[in-house]
């Protein structure tokens, strides 16, 4: 099977602007979970969507939204960028059933905002 | 909530030398616990989790991790270390349930030296 991918990998924006990264899962995963990692607050949950419908939230403002589709590709957005934005953007993807709370990441998008 | 501690943000150790990864978990249910690897600008790879079944968990590439619940402790330890080791290791738990997110702790990088 393939693995999680996202695109871009890399991406440079100025402040104000928006952005939106995609992550495609595995085959037949529904679930998919995003996740910025800085090296000073580590890896943040960002949210969670499962059939279309976000599951889970983590404690990041506003400006930063999701959607999932139905087949199960999913994209993330963020609204005026701020350079606090920079990161690594991580999308992970997990079995419909029987799951053991495993994950499966992708490669990243890195953000880089001027 | 859960919550994540790995003790030490950088470790070094000799090529050959045994490898120990310090994590303790907080949490109020029977967790999940995980451990991954991140090699630089990639997404993370799963080395080893545990779902309550064997407290001693063995994983990829010689790894494994003893889940102790008495110390609420999760150590991954390697016998002898190779330079293809160095690399961020990430801690990571979710309540036995299929609806929570991960909980990372901050990542330890590993140096290995020849």
């Known amino acids: 099977k393939a693995g999680v991918t996202q695109t871009p990998r890399y991406l440079i924006k100025t402040r104000g602007q928006q952005v939106t990264l995609s992550c495609s899962p595995i085959?037949?995963?529904?679930?998919v979970s995003w996740y910025q990692q800085t090296p000073g607050q580590g890896l943040q949950f960002l949210f969670e969507?499962?059939?279309?419908?976000?599951?889970n939230k983590g404690n990041f403002p506003g400006r930063f939204s999701g959607r999932q589709f139905s087949n199960s590709r999913s994209e993330m957005n963020v609204s005026t960028l701020e350079l606090g934005d920079s990161a690594l953007y991580l999308c992970?993807?997990?079995?419909?059933?029987?799951?053991?709370?495993?994950?499966?990441f992708g490669p990243g998008t890195r953000l880089t905002v001027l | 909530a859960q919550s994540v501690t790995q003790l030490g943000s950088h470790v070094s150790v000799s090529e050959g030398a045994l490898v120990l990864l310090r994590c303790n978990y907080s949490?109020?249910?029977?967790?999940?616990l995980f451990w991954y690897v991140q090699y630089p600008n990639q997404g993370l790879q799963l080395l080893l989790k545990?779902?309550?079944?064997?407290?001693l968990v063995k994983g990829i590439n010689d790894f494994e991790a003893e889940f102790k619940k008495s110390e609420t402790s999760f150590h991954l330890t390697k016998p002898s270390a190779h330079m293809s080791d160095a690399a961020e290791y990430l801690c990571?738990?979710?309540?036995?349930?299929?609806?929570?997110?991960?909980?990372f702790g901050k990542g330890t990088r590993l140096s290995v030296i020849a």
């Open positions: 990571a738990v979710r309540v036995n349930s299929g609806n929570t997110p991960l909980v």
């Open positions: 992970a993807s997990s079995p419909t059933q029987g799951t053991t709370g495993e994950q499966f």
């Open positions: 545990y779902t309550s079944a064997a407290t």
């Open positions: 969507y499962f059939s279309e419908t976000q599951r």
């Open positions: 085959s037949g995963h529904r679930s």
């Open positions: 949490s109020s249910v029977p967790p999940y």
